[in-house]
């Protein structure tokens, strides 16, 4: 018997996403951005700043496709229960802390 928390076909309270396009997507946009800025800081020129451009609001897109993704995976669909959201915050706690300890270990 599931719980009634849970979807009808999941037996865990743990979200595994589907295959989706925009990781992959987001890092070649990334790249383009990057290839565009050192382009455009070598000789500046038109295709330079084109390059940049595009890639910026490549980057922008996908980064929002992306996010559009997530949220409805957690808003609409339901598949971030209460595990979920914990282990996103506490990442997030754990993300925060390490960059903390990082910037004091110049220091």
Same mark, same amino acid.
């Given at each position: 018997?599931?719980?009634?928390?849970?979807? !009808?076909?999941?037996? $865990?309270?743990?979200? &595994? =996403?589907?295959?989706?396009?925009?990781?992959?997507?987001? #890092?070649? #946009?990334?790249?383009?951005? @990057?290839?565009?800025?050192?382009?455009?800081? $070598?000789?500046?020129?038109?295709? #330079?700043?084109?390059? @940049? &451009?595009?890639? +910026? %609001?490549?980057?922008?897109?996908?980064?929002?496709?992306?996010? !559009?993704?997530?949220?409805?995976?957690? #808003? +609409?669909?339901?598949? $971030?229960?209460?595990? =979920? /959201?914990?282990? &996103?915050?506490?990442?997030?706690?754990?993300?925060? /802390?390490?960059? @903390?300890? %990082?910037? +004091?270990?110049?220091?």
């Amino acid at each position: 018997m599931l719980n009634s928390r849970f979807c !009808k076909h999941e037996k $865990h309270p743990f979200h &595994l =996403v589907d295959p989706s396009p925009w990781p992959i997507s987001t #890092a070649f #946009a990334a790249l383009q951005f @990057v290839l565009g800025l050192v382009t455009w800081f $070598h000789n500046f020129t038109f295709m #330079a700043t084109a390059l @940049v &451009l595009s890639g +910026f %609001f490549t980057l922008i897109a996908f980064t929002g496709m992306w996010f !559009k993704d997530v949220i409805t995976e957690s #808003a +609409f669909q339901g598949h $971030h229960t209460k595990k =979920v /959201v914990k282990g &996103l915050k506490l990442g997030m706690i754990l993300f925060i /802390v390490s960059e @903390v300890l %990082f910037f +004091f270990s110049f220091f």
